[in-house]
């Protein structure tokens, strides 16, 4: 997929940036507390997603845009419906790990690839990894 990452400075104006810089303060697979967030945005079938970008080293994540905006955070919406189908919690934001970065070569952190995790739960995993 070829996406066009950029940075939104102004993040008042964009959900997916703002979301990056405040709830992913920093980057779970290199750990750097800077990742300068790049996001793009790309429509699969029923739903959009968020991709977020680490500028230092590559590593792509995703969510839906229902997960971000927390429209989904109840059954009211149909991705919030498809949630609860999925046995997923309404008012958790899934994070898909797309891809780690080129120059990661640590085992567990690309393991990490093509796995989706609740945000809490990868920024847990990521403060483990910083720490080894
Ligand atoms: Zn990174």
Known sequence: MNMRFSRKDNALYSIPQRFADERLPFCPICGSDDPHWLTAEHQKLFYKYYYFKCEKCGSVFSATADDVSGLSGTTASFYGKYKKYK???????????????AGITDIEK??????ELALEDLLHIGETLRKK
């Open 110 to 115: 690309i393991s990490l690839q093509n796995r």
């Open 87 to 101: 046995g997923k919690d309404n008012r958790t934001v899934y994070i898909h790990v797309d891809q780690t970065g």
